[in-house]
């Protein structure tokens, strides 16, 4: 299968979004983390759709600022519907949140343009957080997710020959801390923030302004591609 790493994408608004779900517990668990992140400044624009079919209609009709899709609906695989945004509305990015984990479903959906994939089965906070990254320009991808992808790249590196000193990768701008490059492991492990906090004894907040200056350093904006870029500077073993 052919795929590369999350590429770096623009900011994008939460607001208006299309949340194309067909489950009624999980429209309102979405509709409940969208409505967090706004923090007091008034309720988010949120279309809702529970089929391709209403789907399509919505976007032919108006304009949205991200889709959060899931993969099992009705008339379909939201990856059908990923494909179709990125022929006919390719500004509209659109993030998988579902149960699907299995690695023909996730490597679709990034094959067909989603630029993240979460789980249904993370916490409010892990998905307002992840959600909040792409605001910022980040393509999430779920931690369980990534030990898939990085499980691929690391049999494409296999299979490689040997890289030549001219393409190595530049220095770093900045080294690693010892504490950066510790969770840097526990990132490649798949661990979330909630689970690395634990394990580290510090806060969610800190791990997550930790990630932060990884990612800044590393000059990337995902998961993945922090593990990726690590491995290639010999951070990661």
């Known amino acids: 299968m052919s795929i590369s790493p999350p590429e770096i994408v623009e900011p994008v608004s939460l607001s208006p979004s299309l949340v194309v779900e067909d489950d009624p517990a999980m429209r309102e668990r979405l509709g409940r983390v969208l409505s967090s992140m706004l923090g007091g400044g008034g309720e988010p624009q949120i279309a809702w759709a529970g089929s391709i079919a209403t789907a399509k209609e919505l976007l032919g009709a108006q304009s ?3 889709a959060l899709v899931d993969i099992g609906l ?3 695989s939201g990856v059908e519907l990923i494909g179709w945004m ?3 509305h390719p500004k509209v990015p659109a993030v998988v949140i579902s149960a699907w984990r299995t690695e023909e479903i996730i490597f679709a959906a990034l094959r067909a343009g989603a630029i993240g994939y979460l789980l249904k089965e993370r916490d409010d906070l892990e998905l ?3 959600l909040r990254s792409i605001e910022q320009g980040g393509a999430p991808i ?3 997710i ?4 990085l499980g ?3 049999m494409q590196q296999t299979s490689r020959p040997v890289v030549a000193a001219a393409d190595a990768p530049a220095p770093l701008p900045a080294p690693l801390t010892p504490r950066e490059r510790k969770i840097l492991e526990l990132v490649s492990q798949g661990l979330s923030n909630r689970d690395m906090a634990e394990s580290l004894s510090i806060s969610r907040l800190t791990v997550e302004c930790h990630t932060k200056n990884i990612y ?3 000059a990337v904006t995902s998961r993945t591609e922090a593990v990726y870029q690590a491995r290639r500077h010999g951070l990661l073993h």
């Not at 990534?146 to 992808?149: D, E, G, N, Y």
Request: glycine share 16%; aromatic share 8%; net charge positive.
């Open 64 to 66: 949205f600022g991200v």
């Open 74 to 76: 009705p008339d379909g």
């Open 86 to 88: 990125q022929g006919q």
């Open 128 to 130: 307002g957080m992840a």
């Open 142 to 144: 779920d931690p369980a």
């Open 146 to 149: 990534a030990r898939h992808i």
């Open 152 to 154: 691929w790249l690391a």
């Open 216 to 218: 800044r350093k590393l």
